[in-house]
């Protein structure tokens, strides 16, 4: 059973639209991630969070926004879409600390800008 | 900074073992993972080793840590159509509370019938 969810699955858009990526999380993890990943299967850390009104830009620059405003949810904001933003996004959280249970992923949201 | 590094792709015969490779270079790694990938899904943990653990072994999964060599691997015994998925491997260092964890690139594994 999912404890942590993307909407949408799938999203087809076209160029100059703005779009937002919904992800959730039950468990109370203070930390929260978004990857971007292509086809190429890399990770890509786009974002990231470490709780409440904290975001901080990750290791691949991105032109996309996101906000902390409650613990649970952590959402994606392309302003204006672009087919290079063409890709699959994947959330993520975890606890403060490392530990056995590792990150969380969502299912994930496949993104196509035509 | 630190960096793991794994074989991109790998293929086997239905019923034979399958070993997947990766290398890190944090030695101040406390946990380190393997994440299972299925085509359109997200990243299932699969399982994880504590630093201090040589050999974690878990139904057909055996996962062995070489500290020294900074090297982890993930054995599938009997390996099955259902195990084709990309697999990651990821570390974790402890010494920095809040540090995010580092993934490999991931290694594609087929399974051949």
């Given at each position: 059973e999912a404890d942590i969810y993307q909407t949408p699955r799938y999203l087809v858009i076209g160029t100059g639209k703005k779009i937002t990526l919904e992800c959730s999380q039950?468990?109370?993890?203070?930390k929260m991630y978004w990857y971007q990943q292509d086809p190429g299967m890399e990770l890509h850390l786009i974002h990231y969070s470490y709780g409440v009104n904290s975001t901080e830009k990750g290791d691949l620059s991105s032109e996309s926004t996101v906000s902390r405003i409650r613990t649970e949810h952590f959402p994606l904001t392309l302003e204006s879409a672009r087919p290079s933003h063409t890709s699959q996004y994947l959330c993520a959280s975890s606890e403060w600390s490392p530990d056995r249970d590792g990150y969380t992923f969502g299912s994930g949201t496949r993104l196509t800008v035509v | 900074g630190e960096d793991v590094e794994q074989s991109l792709f790998l293929s086997v015969r239905e019923g034979d073992s399958s070993v997947i490779n990766c290398t890190y270079?944090?030695?101040?790694?406390?946990y380190l993972y393997w994440y299972k990938q299925e085509p359109g899904a997200g990243l299932q943990l699969l399982t994880y080793i504590f630093s201090n653990m040589d050999m974690k072994q878990d139904q057909r999964l055996t996962v062995l840590l070489n500290k020294k060599d900074k090297h982890l691997s993930l054995r599938i015994a009997d390996?099955?159509?259902?195990?084709s998925a990309i697999y990651f491997c990821a570390e974790s260092s402890?010494?920095?509370?809040g540090q995010n964890f580092v993934f490999g690139p991931g290694t594609r594994l087929s399974v051949l019938p």
């Open positions: 039950t468990m109370g993890h203070d | 270079t944090d030695s101040s790694s406390t390996t099955q159509t259902g195990d402890g010494l920095n509370y």
